[in-house]
Nanobody, 129 residues
Framework: QVQLVESGGGLVQPGGSLRLSCAAS????????MSWVRQAPGKGLEWVSE????????YYADSVKGRFTISRDNAKNTLYLQMNSLKPEDTAVYYC??????????????????????WGQGTQVTVSS
């Protein structure tokens, strides 16, 4: 019954901004860390960011640090990713994913589906040159 539904993707020009949302249900959202992961055309799952259950600890991939901000509103069971200064290389399908633990961890460049126990369907972000 766990569901993760991403929204907010779309087409944006380089340098633009976009905010993604992930609506969660079917589990105690406030008890688990959450991540954003992206998949560019023809590539694997690239880890983007992770936030702990309470929202006070965050980690980012080097490629997005300083441009993206992960946050959560536990009262609304919603995860967010604010993306600023977007680049063409940010073009990808963006997924939210539930971690099987309350604490956040920095991840390697690529992740496997088994690193998280639930995944959303993804939302397309296209940064056009």
């Amino acid at each position: 019954q766990v569901q993760l539904v991403e929204s907010g993707g779309g087409l944006v020009q380089p340098g633009g901004s976009l905010r993604l949302s992930c609506a969660a249900s079917g589990f105690y959202f406030s008890s688990y860390a959450m991540s954003w992961v992206r998949q560019a055309p023809g590539k694997g799952l690239e880890w983007v960011s992770e936030i702990n259950s309470g929202g006070g600890t965050t980690y980012y991939a080097d490629s997005v640090k300083g441009r993206f901000t992960i946050s959560r509103d536990n009262a609304k069971n919603t995860l967010y990713l604010q993306m600023n200064s977007l680049k063409p290389e940010d073009t990808a399908v963006y997924y939210c994913a539930k971690a099987p633990r309350p604490y956040a961890q920095p991840r390697g460049l690529m992740v496997a589906t088994s690193d998280y126990d639930y995944w959303g369907q993804g939302t397309q972000v296209t940064v056009s040159s």
